[in-house]
């Protein structure tokens, strides 16, 4: 609502208004709403901008019209499902053998005739695309030839100023001298295992783990120690330092914000014993916090980078989520490691698109951005909370899922006889992609009846009927 | 001249059709140019515009003014230095070590007091920023969502129909199915390394080399055999044969049109013999093409691509060099490795910056390309002749410089006693940049009286300055 637009219209003020009311739980879901006439009045706006503003509500999911009654702040029924239990990964540090079936996983994501329900990527229609432009057009207006010259690490200092203000929400104090800017976090966090290991280490990770990590960690030849991971509070630190006692491992590799693919967000007190915990045996961490801003929740999580004290966090995120994908734009505060990632970077692809960077600068630079991050993370969490209901409602007896408070992926478990790449094949042949358990472990006879929902999209009657698709594929290979 | 603006000014045509003229030898060395009023009766402008023509034509070094005499075309003295000799680096792989030194080189790059002649990157005046700019412009107008989300690999559909267009000049003829796009040459050439080769692994390269392949091959935990190379064509088959007899090698990396830092072409006919080499022995050839549209003679070098009959070739290229080295687009056509670079670039970055690639693919599709290529190869061998004339005039006797025949680098031997580091950092200190040979080597040992010089840069008085200081500081080590 109003992200698209500089000025939002009047009737998105309205909504926006109602909308941040039931975030706050001033009305809370049974509640009615006032009438179409009573809003009109106290708002000062026409009755059909109230009628509009309503009807942008309930496509969002966040109301719903109760015929001869009136408008409803939308009950949230505890869906009937169970979560997923903590994942038993294998004990043993493997190869990581996943490539294949990742590449089949994404060829389709920009296929229009496939309901994209695989790919963890927001919808175009929730990012600010027009400002952003509008921005860019501007720089190419006033910047001359700094619009096409190399960007060289640590690159854009307009960007690496904006990123320190910045870092104060998650709860560090870095300076732009901190930063190296990067080809989005995918690369950030290539260069930091390529900083901290060297090949046949052992990187640690949580399970299930995002397969482009995986990807990663088996491109540089090292290898994954999966350990056992909540879907509420991720990595479980006991069985973490089981492992470290056990065996040398070359770096710690988390998601602690909404990780990808079950959601699960690290409580605090878990960031700073896992902080203290790798200090003391100097093992590197890396912190992939690339969902950080996705909270549901009024707060940020804080970044564990921000109970360290002796450089030895490097953490990586990006705007792909949040502003625009196709810009590549992300970084690393790679603590101790600043040098050696910078001199990677260089060598890696010498700089990140420059014009990009500086538009990202200038948008976060006039303010627009914590505006944005408001209105997407209540539509990513109205998002969320229709897919758990209609998987409650469509899905075989047994699923289980995740419940997550950030981010837009849902992490689904199936009754044990469901395969999930038969279900994958099946669904694809049926027009839709979902991403099958197999390709979040190092090892892929891992999480066979897991799969991941992406509510990326808005809700429609297609996802609906999707999803409803999904289920009945499940219940007859149930 | 006329590269900045979509049209080019009347002065800027006329000049360019006399450049031609000099280019293709119809004015030769010391001939006498029409007088002002002849020429501007012949080409029907007024006597400004030929003056106007004139003085550039003199700016950028083509033609020169002999008082009360008239315009003539500048002789070019066949220069008194002798070209270095054929590299004998140590017949050993070793690990590569030359990080540190590399990041002191680059960091002044953007120091506008520097006058920068140690980065190998075209002055932006050189470059089509402005037609740039209008297709971005146009873009945002015209693509919606297409320029903020995914490119996922292989990468923009439009600009690898492009490159297949363009493949016929490099005597290739690949489909845009055979091309992967990139953020620049250097992530191509990553990836192929990461492609063919495990840590470890011998990769054999010309000697001296480009330092960020150098610096790719040490971050990877990869060896570095360097391989005899003449400054005229390249390196040496011979050399080359009796080490693929002697040892495992997982690869070969050459640069054979226009290497950096020497400037050397290899002939067609040891092109067809490297990859016939190597296709026997199943030793994949990874091509660094990044130079290859910036040759001084009017014909294109076949790629080695061209030779290639069993996908064993990895052509990379980039258009970092010739159009926008901020827009960070490459690519790499990589034969028979193409399903596993292209999961390597899903892992190491997921995608390229997609406004940056759709922009160039219509700067191409436009057909303004070939022309603004004309004019920087014409500009770019200008600066480098002018470059060579102010070393042999400034430098010790016993200097020795290469002499390209495309690109805009000057590889300088200097007399033995003379430390390259030590005038790196003198020069350094007077406000100059160079690089200095030894960061062309694995071995920090080799190259030490050896420097290049980048003729990136149109001929200005300050640069002229520059050599001259380089010149004493160097007679002042001898």
């Not at 179409?36 to 109230?50: A, G």
Request: charged share 25%.
């Amino acid at each position: 609502m109003g992200a698209l637009a500089h000025r939002p219209k009047l009737y998105e003020q309205v909504a926006e208004r109602l909308g941040d009311a039931i975030s706050a739980g001033t009305l809370r879901p049974g509640d009615r709403l006032p009438s179409v006439r009573q809003l009109s009045l106290r708002e000062r706006v026409s009755i059909s901008t109230v009628l509009q503003a309503y009807l942008h509500l309930e496509s969002v999911g966040l109301i719903e019209t109760r015929p001869q009654s009136g408008h409803y702040v939308r009950r949230r029924e505890r869906p009937r499902l169970a979560e997923p239990l903590v994942s038993r990964p294998v004990a043993a540090a493997t190869p990581v053998t996943v490539s294949a079936l990742v590449s089949r996983v994404y060829r389709s994501a920009h296929d229009p005739r496939i309901v994209q329900l695989g790919a963890a990527w927001p919808a175009p229609e929730l990012l600010p695309t027009r400002r952003l432009y509008r921005e860019l057009n501007a720089l190419t207006r006033e910047a001359g030839d700094a619009g096409i010259v190399y960007d060289l690490p640590p690159g854009c200092p307009e960007l690496r100023q904006q990123l320190a203000r910045r870092s104060l929400d998650w709860g560090c104090a870095l300076s732009s001298e901190d930063f190296i800017t990067t080809c989005g976090a995918s690369e950030a966090i290539n260069l930091c295992l390529l900083a901290v290991a060297r090949t046949g280490d052992t990187i640690v990770i949580e399970s299930p783990a995002y397969y482009g990590t995986l990807q990663a960690i088996e491109s540089l030849g090292l290898r994954a120690l999966e350990i056992p991971s909540s879907p509420r509070s991720g990595m479980e630190l006991d069985a973490l330092q089981a492992a470290l006692e056990r065996r040398r491992v070359a770096a710690v590799l988390v998601v602690p914000s909404f990780s990808n693919p079950v959601g699960s967000c690290m409580p605090e007190e878990n960031r700073k014993r896992l902080v203290a915990m790798l200090a003391e045996r100097d093992v590197p961490l890396i912190e992939d916090d690339i969902y950080g801003d996705l909270h549901f929740g009024p707060e940020r999580p804080r970044a564990c980078k921000s109970f360290d004290t002796t450089g030895n966090v490097l953490l990586c995120g990006s705007f792909s989520k949040t502003l625009a994908p196709g810009f590549r734009v992300g970084y690393v505060a790679p603590g101790r490691f600043r040098e050696r990632v910078e001199l990677l970077k260089f060598s890696h692809s010498v700089a990140t698109a420059t014009l990009p960077q500086l538009t990202i600068a200038r948008f976060l630079q006039e303010g627009g951005y914590d505006r944005h991050l408001r209105t997407l993370r209540r539509r990513l969490a109205s998002q969320v909370e229709r897919m758990v209901e209609a998987v409650a409602e469509h899905f075989p007896e047994g699923t289980r899922v995740a419940r997550p408070s950030g981010n837009s992926l849902l992490w689904v478990e199936l009754p044990p006889r469901v395969d999930a790449l038969e279900l994958h094949a099946k669904a694809l042949d049926a027009g839709i992609s979902i991403a099958p358990g197999p390709i979040f472990s190092a090892r892929p006879d891992s999480y066979r009846h897991f799969f991941r929902l992406s509510c990326g999209h808005p809700w429609t009657p297609r996802i609906e009927g999707a999803v409803s698709t999904l289920g009945s594929l499940a219940r007859s290979l149930a």
